[in-house]
């Protein structure tokens, strides 16, 4: 299995709060992403980082921010959280030469009321 | 958009069985990827695909990247209660195909398996 974690793996949150998540790779990878997975929808993505301090946004970035500082950590922040950013949350990560072939960690159910 | 199709939605075999479902798109891809979800977990990938044509094998899994470069199969010989889960295929988003930056993994929306022992 692939060194990524995240944290919290669980959260509940009111609308209007700040929430940030972590995610935390042993891998040493270049790559890293933030995808959201909705029931219909299926596992959209946020935003990625291709290295530490270069992010790009992908399909459902609004409302969302990211920041990578090391290698090894990728952050999620919700700025003001929404209930429609109600969702299960998953990082992964890929290395060079075989960027598309990402493995994910655990995922973090995050409830805004 | 690209948008990848999945089907089955589901399927509900006894165990034993041989299952195959396929995925498609409206669009060219220079790579397919089968991925399976554990309730509770992230998605595994399962198969990797990067040519036209290519079969490739994972254990009982086997996956064959269309000659079109429109869809994908996944075929799973001798089903077991384990092999229960959800399967999405996976591809590349436009800016991959053309070589832009990373990212952008685009997924179907799953094809849910039920195994009765």
């Known amino acids: 299995d692939a060194g990524i974690t995240q944290s919290p793996r669980h959260k509940v949150t009111e609308t209007g709060t700040p929430v940030t998540l972590r995610c935390h790779q042993t891998?040493?990878?270049?790559?890293m992403y933030w995808y959201r997975q909705d029931p219909g929808h299926g596992l959209r993505l946020i935003h990625y980082?291709?290295?530490?301090?270069?992010?790009d946004k992908g399909e459902v970035s609004d409302g969302y921010s990211v920041s990578r500082s090391k290698t090894e950590d990728f952050l999620l922040t919700l700025e003001s959280a929404t209930s429609s950013q109600t969702s299960v949350y998953f990082c992964a990560i890929s290395g060079w030469g075989r960027s598309y072939e990402q493995y994910f960690g655990p995922g973090t159910r995050l409830t805004v009321t | 958009g690209q948008q990848l199709n999945q089907s089955p939605q589901s399927m509900f075999i006894q165990e034993g069985e041989d299952v195959s479902m396929n995925c498609t798109s409206s669009?060219?891809?220079?790579?397919w990827l089968w991925y399976k979800q554990d309730p509770g977990e992230g998605p595994v990938l399962l198969i990797a695909l990067y040519k036209a044509g290519e079969l490739t094998s994972n254990g009982r899994l086997t996956a064959q990247f269309g000659i079109t470069r429109k869809d994908s199969f996944l075929n799973i010989s001798a089903s077991i209660p384990s092999d229960v889960g959800i399967y999405f295929c996976a591809g590349p988003g436009a800016s991959q195909i053309y070589g832009g930056s990373q990212g952008n993994l685009i997924f179907g929306k799953g094809t849910k398996l039920s195994v009765k022992p």
């Open positions: 669009s060219i891809f220079n790579t």
């Open positions: 980082s291709y290295g530490v301090k270069d992010t």
């Open positions: 891998e040493n990878h270049r790559y």
